[in-house]
Nanobody, 114 residues
Framework: VQLQASGGGLVQPGGSLRLSCAASRSILSINRMGWYRQTPGKQRELVASVNSGGSINYSDSVKGRFTISRDAAKDTVYLQMNDLKFEDTAIYLC?????????WGQGTQVTVSS
């Protein structure tokens, strides 16, 4: 599975960004797709995920602000990020789990700064 992430950038606190992750195969065949984020010195954090059945999970740190969604016709998963905070600054990585194997897209930088 190849994953192509896009949509990061620089945004002010309170702003919004939408990340996209396009997969090379049907996302409905992928057990789980999700977004992780990583900052220097911290463990990689699972921010949001959606499984093949459509069940969604969020980390407590983003619940109510971030929304993960998918478009099966485009084989793309999105992460809508609203009310961004300084602490959301990180490299965001798209992840897919398919037959027990983790696949990663390239990271996309999200920087929240005034």
């Amino acid at each position: 599975v190849q994953l192509q992430a896009s949509g990061g950038g620089l945004v002010q606190p309170g702003g919004s960004l939408r990340l996209s992750c396009a997969a090379s195969r049907s996302i409905l065949s992928i057990n789980r797709m999700g977004w992780y984020r990583q900052t220097p010195g911290k463990q990689r954090e699972l921010v949001a995920s959606v499984n093949s059945g459509g069940s969604i999970n969020y980390s407590d740190s983003v619940k109510g602000r971030f929304t993960i969604s998918r478009d099966a016709a485009k084989d793309t998963v999105y992460l809508q990020m609203n009310d961004l905070k300084f602490e959301d600054t990180a490299i965001y990585l798209c992840n897919a789990i398919w037959y027990g194997i983790n696949y990663w897209g390239q990271g996309t930088q999200v920087t929240v700064s005034s």
